[in-house]
């Protein structure tokens, strides 16, 4: 069983940055794979970045690879989704998941879910 929170959404401009957290509870952190997946209003949920156990292997949606960036600290059993140069296409309610054992990139492979947190871009 884990349970994860995420904080630090919000309105931000086009062009902003916003960073994303994730903290997890109810398992050792360093054992599970983390992922970030967001539902755009009208919208099928999308995979957006996973991150291994270790923090050395990372995913990323085509749509986000070079503005997003995931990463994990495992002592603050934390995981960030730092989002850069944000687009109106970014808008969504981002949701943090966790697996344990290796990262997977499907939304089904997850086990656990956050309860999301929204992020606005404006024009």
Partial sequence: QVQLVESGGGLVQAGGSLRLSCAASGRTFSSISMGWFRQAPGKEREFVAAISRGGTKLYYSDSVKGRFTISRDNAKSTVYLQMNSLQLEDTAVYYCAA???AVPTSSG????????????VSS
Avoid: K
């Avoid at 492979?109 to 606005?120: E, K, N, S």
């Fill in 99 to 101: 697996v344990q054992g």
């Fill in 109 to 120: 492979r997850y086990d656990y879910w956050g309860q999301g947190t929204p992020v606005t």
